[in-house]
């Protein structure tokens, strides 16, 4: 087994607004391995960029974490002094934002910027760190790196600046990597290269990566674990295989079925909106748009029943005493193919 | 960049060419003579003065005359003191003038910027709203009211600084608060409004998610960001310390060219309203070239249009 590097337990996160106390993270817990990619997938407010930004200590103001633990190797992330968080933040934990086109700093030269977390945290004199600056500008990909580095954000596409943040992010090769929707802003051609880029340095800094998204396309080619998230809660959680060839969850079953591939018609989306959070659910909370919930999906939340040892989902339909449910087409055809290879495996 | 300075100085000179006739034709419309006894005046004495000024000239003449004199930088002999040229009256008075406004000035920008800055750093505490109030007392209370206010507790029952007069620093303390609380309290409102923008900006996420500590983020990315905007003020503070010293000046007994300014107009002196307003008028214009120029140098976003960059 590899090395455990990040254990979150129970995680639970509220907002103060003025509406209310918002339960935005209720009893989330995953791991993450050396080396590994873990991609967390949810909509939008199902409290994934909320869980990461706890792992870097980046809440809002307004949010509290109102029990649970993460742990970082041995160090208990929750009792950490702000002195503690600056020393681990751009050092041991990086991450990348959604947003390349805001996320620099509009005065300051590139080259700064990369050499900055270098700096700080190696406390390298700025000409050697300049230097790893330049290197990095051309690891990312970014040509003709000997001049670009003394010139300003707005001189480069949002392709570019994305990989200048990715370059910031890697400089002081940080054991984990979160990822807010790098690509989500970008155009889809430009995509592809920035997660190829994002795998090719993984195995050269050596890196674990959380990658947060809304697009179970863009999970398939760059996790080897998911994590599914819905309302402030974990559904389901397995190897990327297992989530996307023998789904147990309702929930998953929608996402799969709301993304397009070559053998769907017609697109299916799923009904209804995501529950109030001032007000969570007491029972499974996709229940309600849920048309395979049960009465008990309902009336009580659902533990996590173990699909394989590394595959859990947390509905009742896994029950033994539920009753049998049709899932859609497109899942019962994935589970044919699922059983196909199980079945390769085993006679191999 | 030369290039620019050059064009802008040709808009220059033609803004000064407009704001002098401007003035020279609003100035003639005013009632009222440079003659102090003018009911007591025969015809004839009126006639002697008249052409010895040349006021008996069609007034397009007069305008002509006194444009080829401006040309060759003469402004005339100020009707106030008996042959002083009005270039060697606001001369002598100029530097008061400078040296109150620039002070003014800085001390009004930097404890603007300082107030600015702590209020939106702890925005929404009691901290960010006193810093509001205060800022709104600052820029309603008139600084004629201020100056007053200032002589009588600061100087007159405290005794702390002279209460008016020119020479010595500490008589410059009190003008100056006079002079800049205005221009603080808009920066200090600017600047906080600019910092709470920029501290929720993307950027200053990435710089802390870099393990900076918040007094880096503070000075390496978010003070020249959001001070940025600020530059633009510089013209209108000009503008309002120029009016403003033309108050303060008289009340403060300083003499400077604000209070020359207001004499001259009180006195129909003419020569000395159009050199006044002219040397007013470059001045304001300098410093928005200056503006323009010191923005292109902090915000690289920015390049002077005709600019070799």
């Known amino acids: 087994m590899s090395e455990r590097i990040l254990d979150v337990k129970n995680l639970k996160i509220d907002f103060h607004t003025y509406a209310g106390e918002v339960k935005a993270i209720r009893n989330v817990s995953f791991h993450l391995d050396k080396g590994e990619t873990l991609a967390i997938v949810g909509e939008s407010g199902s409290g994934k960029s909320v869980t990461t930004r706890s792992i870097i200590g980046l809440l809002a103001g307004n949010a509290e974490i109102m029990g649970g633990s993460i742990k970082f190797h041995d160090q208990e992330m929750l009792n950490n002094s702000e002195k503690d968080w600056q020393s681990i933040r751009g050092n041991k934990i990086a991450m990348i934002f959604q947003d390349p086109m805001t996320s620099l700093d509009p005065t300051m030269k590139i080259g700064q910027q990369i050499a900055e977390p270098l700096m700080k945290h190696k406390h390298v004199p700025k000409k050697e760190a300049w230097a790893r600056a330049l290197e990095m500008m051309k690891a990312v990909g970014i040509t003709n790196a000997e001049e670009r580095i003394n010139e300003y954000p707005h001189q480069f596409s949002g392709g570019m600046r994305q990989r200048i943040v990715i370059a910031i992010a890697l400089i002081c090769e940080p054991e984990i990597l979160l990822a807010d929707e790098p690509t989500t802003a970008l155009d889809v051609t430009i995509q592809a290269e920035i997660l190829d880029l994002m795998k090719d340095l993984q195995k050269r800094v050596k890196t674990s990566i959380i990658f947060i998204t809304h697009d179970l396309g863009v999970v398939a080619g760059m996790a080897d674990r998911v994590a599914v998230m819905y309302a402030g809660e974990l559904l389901e959680y397995g190897n990327v295989d297992e989530i996307f060839y023998n789904p147990q969850h309702p929930y998953t079953w929608g996402l799969i079925n709301s993304m397009p591939t070559l053998h769907i018609e017609k697109l299916e989306s799923i009904p209804g909106t995501p529950p109030d959070l001032l007000d969570p659910p007491k029972g499974d909370p996709f229940a309600p748009r849920n048309k395979y919930a049960l009465r008990a999906d309902v009336e009580a939340k659902p533990p996590f029943f173990k699909v394989s040892p590394t595959h859990y989902a947390s509905t009742w339909l896994l029950d033994p005493r539920a009753p049998h449910v049709e899932p859609p087409a497109e899942i019962k055809r994935r589970w044919a193919k699922y059983r196909e290879l199980q079945a390769a495996k085993s006679n191999s | ?126 901290v960010d709203t006193t810093a509001t109030v205060l800022s709104i007392i600052g820029k309603s209370v008139p600084n004629f009211v201020l100056a007053v206010l200032l002589q009588y507790y600061i100087a007159l029952k405290l005794g702390w600084f002279p209460i008016a007069g020119w020479g010595t620093f500490s008589q410059t303390i009190l003008p100056t608060i006079a002079l800049g609380v205005g221009p603080l309290a808009e920066t200090a409102r600017f600047v906080r409004t600019s910092m709470v923008d920029t501290l929720t900006s993307d950027y200053i996420e990435l710089a802390t998610a870099k393990g900076l500590s918040l007094t880096q983020v503070i000075r390496k990315h978010a003070l020249r960001n959001s001070m940025i905007p600020l530059v633009t003020l510089l013209g209108p503070y000009t503008v309002s310390l120029m009016t403003g010293s033309m108050v303060i000046e008289n009340i403060f007994n300083i003499p400077g060219i604000g209070e020359q300014f207001v004499k001259s107009i009180l006195t129909n002196d003419y020569p000395t309203i159009m050199g006044t307003t002219i040397v007013f008028s470059l001045g304001l214009v300098i410093v928005l070239l200056i503006t323009d120029i010191v923005y292109s140098l902090i915000d690289p976003r920015i390049r002077l249009q005709g600019s070799d960059a």
């Not at chain 2, 808009?11 to 002098?20: E, H, K, Q």
């Not at chain 2, 009911?39 to 005359?65: C, D, H, S």
């Not at chain 2, 444009?67 to 001369?91: C, E, K, R, T």
């Open chain 2, 1 to 126: 960049m030369t290039k620019y300075i050059l064009k802008r100085i040709a808009y220059m000179i033609l803004t000064l060419f407009i704001v002098a006739t401007i003035t020279f034709f609003l100035m003639k419309m005013m009632p009222g003579s440079p003659y102090t006894n003018e009911a007591k005046m025969t015809k004839t004495q009126l006639r002697i003065m008249n052409e010895q000024y040349g006021f008996n000239k069609p007034l397009w003449e007069q305008y002509v005359i006194y444009l080829a004199g401006l040309v060759h930088g003469d402004f005339g002999i100020s009707f106030q003191y008996s042959n002083m040229p009005v270039s060697q009256l606001i001369g002598s008075r100029i530097g008061a003038s400078a040296q109150l406004g620039l002070q003014a000035m800085i001390f009004g920008v930097f404890f603007g910027v300082i107030i600015g800055a702590i209020a939106a750093i702890k925005r929404n505490t009691w």
